[in-house]
Every structure is written in C-alpha cells, then in structure tokens.
C-alpha cells in the first residue's frame, strides 16, 4: 500500500539519523503519484486557467517562446519549463506543445536528453553556453508527463522518461553518504567540495520520475535530498541558503563561496517545492512561518543575509508573497494574482503557489 504525502511527514519529520530509504523499507513503499493524484494535478482549476491566461498574455511569445522580463528578455529551460507545466495543467494543448517544440529545438542538446540553460535573443550564436541547469531539465521532464497524461501522448511519456534517466545519469553523484543532484554538467564540482543549489530538488518533479521508471535510485535522490535540505540550514532563522557546498573530505555543510550568502532569489522555491509534494515537515514548516510572522505580509523582505541577518532594503515581491502564503505565513489570505507580479520570475512563482495549492486542495 502506497503512503499517503501526509504520512510522509511524520515518517520523515521523526527519522532523526535514519536514512530515508530506511523509514521507506520499513513502510513497504515510497509515496509516489497515485492515478487520482495525478489526476487532480494537472486538472483544470478555474484560478489556474485564469492565472494562466494573464502569464500567457505577459511571457508566451507566439513562436513558443517564455521571456525572462527580468533579465532583458532572455530566456531559459527553466522557463520553458514552468510554461510546459503551467500550459499543461490550464489544459493549454497549442501553447504546450509551442513551448515544447521551441525548448526542443532550441535548447535540448544533440548528445543527451538534457537542455542548455540560456538562450540570447540576437547574439551569434543565441545558446553560447552549452551547460544544463538542472532544474530546467527536471521541469521540463514534468511538463511533459502531465502533458502525456492529459492528452494520452506516449511519445511526451517516453520523453520524459528519457530526461529522467540522463538527469540521473548524468547530473547525480555520491559525496560523503549522500548522492547529490548537481545544479549542472560544468561548474559546480572541486577536488574539494560541491556546490548544491537546493531549490533544484524540484521534489514533484523527482517523485514522477520514480513514478514513471520505478528506478529505487529516485529514492535515494530523494530522500538524500531531504537530509540535505534539513541540515543545510544557517543563521538566526535556519533557513537555505541560495548555494550550499559539501566538504568531499569533511562532508561540512557550508554557505557556498562565490555568491552572496542569502535566503533569496533561488532558495525561496525551497519550501515551496516541498510543500508541493507534501514534504515541508512540521519542523522545517516551523522555521519558514517563524521567518515569515518575524517580517509579515506587508514586509517580507527580498532577501535576508544568513551570516549576520541583515534584510534587502526592499520588500519581496508579489511571488514571494505567494509562496509564504503556502508555507506558514499566518495573515496569509487569497494569493496575490499574476496581474501584480513586476516579472517573469514573480509571476512563474505565484502560478507555481496556485497549482500547489489546487493539487493540495484535491486530496
């Protein structure tokens, strides 16, 4: 009997130093996507429709491709991603399969399933970095398995299974007692340490990839991942940080050198990906509405520096806001819509808090 994503909480919250993979075998199974599950997922919410149709209007150009506005209108497989599976799951079948055709032409590498993570409108060449970012991939791969669901397209199934099987080919590895999800191929590994990005454990996205392979290194992905996750965490309020780095000799966790050591840009989609999959246990949900509360609604900050608590001198924007509403913020009301968001990544934030809570709503 499959474990439900509520059980897996305290399964997982309790575990201490056991291995997830212990806890797991103990239970019997691993909590995967049931049919019904999967079902509600990528089901037709009015909100998420709606919602979609304003980040259509805003980030969709008609050849298929999103457009950072953030970021002087570049794009990325990330937000190729996010609109495959915002596409998908408002039923948009033209404008997914668009998006799909431009990621896949332009993006997807000749050599493996995976994708470049950058793409510059009017430089020669357009894609001059051929690195994947893994998230991206892994986003992408769950587009196109709600896609393949929802409209009975094997070839989008078997896509996605070939995405998963190079992610995880390529783009894990073993450090110390964990096997970790590099962000990249290029970049991220030292004679020394690595450098993880926690928010690119897209934890929905992992969970289909057991779903659909039934390959038990998922798990362990998975549930190194939440380790991970749960001791990677510095300062007053115990929060990720953007980049963490291993020690290969020591197995330290340390803020990652090279960037600035903040709760911000990237590991805002921490607890949302785990709330998601109904994994934000009762102790890390503490630790993210103790933050949240600390600043309210009217002042979350952008970011917050985990060495010595300093805050942006500017408020978060509407995305962030949407996401604390799905993770512990306490004056949280109906999320913010996409016709506040100031950007792409605002907007792709407050869709993904909408269809969060629709899957959530549904079980």
């Known amino acids: 009997m499959l474990l439900d994503f509520m059980k897996l909480q305290k399964h997982v919250s309790g575990m201490g130093r056991r291995s997830f993979l212990s806890v797991m075998a103990a239970a019997g199974s691993f909590p995967m996507l049931s049919r019904a ?66 990621a896949r032409a332009n993006l997807q590498h000749k050599e493996d399933a995976l994708f470049s993570w950058r793409y510059l409108e009017g430089h020669n060449p357009p894609v001059a970095d051929k690195n994947n970012a893994t998230d991206g991939d892994l986003l992408i791969a769950l587009g196109l398995a709600w896609a393949g669901k929802r409209w009975k397209r094997a070839d989008y199934i078997q896509d996605a299974m070939a995405i998963y099987g190079d992610v995880l080919k390529l783009m894990t590895r073993p450090v110390g007692p964990y096997t970790v999800l590099l962000p990249g191929a290029v970049g991220f590994l030292t004679k020394d340490a690595v450098t993880l990005n926690l928010s690119y454990y897209v934890m929905p996205s992992l969970m289909q990839a057991f779903a659909l392979t039934g390959d038990a290194q998922w798990t362990k992905v998975m549930g190194d991942g939440l380790q991970i996750i749960a001791k990677g965490r510095f300062g007053e309020w115990k929060l990720p940080p953007d980049w963490l780095s291993i020690n290969l000799h020591t197995n330290a966790f340390s803020i990652a050198k090279g960037w600035p050591p903040r709760f911000s840009y990237d590991a805002i989609r921490v607890p949302l990906y785990l709330s998601w999959a109904h994994m934000l246990t009762p102790e890390l949900l503490a630790d993210f509405s103790r933050f949240w509360n600390h600043y309210g609604a009217s002042a979350l900050p952008g970011w917050v520096d985990l060495t010595n608590g300093t805050r942006s001198p500017y408020n978060a924007p509407p995305g962030y806001l949407a996401v604390a509403s799905c993770t512990g913020l306490a004056s949280a009301g109906e999320l913010p819509t996409l016709d506040h968001a100031p950007d792409y990544y605002s907007a792709a934030l407050t869709m993904l808090a909408y269809i969060a809570r629709n899957q959530g709503d549904g079980m």
């Open 37 to 102: 599950e999967a079902d509600d997922a990528i089901g037709v919410n009015p909100q998420v429709a709606q919602q979609w149709s304003i980040f259509r209007s805003k980030y969709f150009r008609p050849d298929g491709r999103i457009v950072d506005t953030g970021n002087s209108g570049e794009s990325h497989s990330e937000g190729q991603g996010y609109g495959m599976l915002f596409s998908a799951a408002a039923g948009d079948r033209a404008a997914f399969e668009a998006i799909w055709t431009w």
